[in-house]
């Protein structure tokens, strides 16, 4: 299926230190969604983006809907260690009704204390 | 509440047995969607329900066969499986008007 290009593909960063990852694709989406997902567990919802350009915080997590509707990038501020696991971006597109959530390949993040 | 609950967190089963997998949320939303994940992969949509309507079939071999007999719960029956199936099996829901998607915890299936 339709997967989506995330980067970097795995990241090994310093405790305190700030991480950024991106998505890209060829196709616009309507919505941007970024996810962090545990061995063994399901997605957890981080932050959700409706319109071009907006930018959003939970935390020390910003993310940012690109201008062009076809990228979407996401901050992550003086990590922890517990910060550690894939982080997944996902664009949401399609009909309503019949909406589809693609994802992309994810990043893996690791923590060094 | 955005809790999505799937049932069991574990299965084991035959190429040869029926087992199925069950999604209950209680937050109003009317759209379902099933997700298969390997491991390292990124989640795969399986199959999205809409009013309890099947509304997208990502052309899932039919030896899987979703149903949704209500607003709240969303099922997926499993029939002659083979190894390659193993993989989690992940449950979410969203508004039908989309927006934010929210995922249980999966099934983590194995085929023997």
């Known amino acids: 299926g339709q997967q989506l290009n995330q980067s970097p593909q795995s990241m090994f960063i310093q405790e305190g230190e700030d991480v950024s990852m991106n998505c890209t694709s060829s196709s616009i989406f309507n919505t941007w969604l970024w996810y962090k997902q545990d061995p063994g567990e399901g997605p957890v919802l981080l932050i959700a983006?409706?319109?071009?350009?907006e930018l959003t915080s939970n935390g020390r997590l910003t993310a940012q809907f690109g201008i062009t509707r076809k990228d979407s990038f996401l901050n992550i501020s003086a990590s922890i260690p517990s910060d550690v696991g894939i982080y997944f971006c996902?664009?949401?597109?399609?009909?309503?009704?019949?909406?589809?959530?693609?994802f992309g390949t994810g990043t893996r993040l690791k923590v060094l204390a | 509440d955005t809790e999505v609950t799937q049932t069991p967190k574990h299965l084991v089963m035959g190429m040869t047995n029926k087992k199925s997998l069950k999604c209950e949320q209680h937050m109003g939303h009317r759209a379902m969607y099933w997700y298969k994940q390997k491991a390292k992969k990124p989640p795969e949509l399986m199959f999205v329900y809409s009013y309890e309507k099947l509304s997208i079939n990502e052309s899932v071999p039919s030896r899987f066969s979703p149903e949704c007999p209500n607003s709240s719960l969303l099922n997926l029956h499993l029939h002659a499986l083979q190894p390659e199936d193993s993989a989690l099996y992940l449950c979410?829901?969203?508004?039908?008007?989309?927006?934010?998607?929210?995922f249980g915890e999966g099934s983590r299936l194995t085929v023997l």
């Open positions: 979410a829901s969203s508004w039908v008007d989309g927006g934010e998607l929210f």
């Open positions: 983006l409706y319109k071009a350009g």
């Open positions: 996902a664009g949401q597109r399609g009909l309503w009704g019949t909406y589809k959530y693609i």
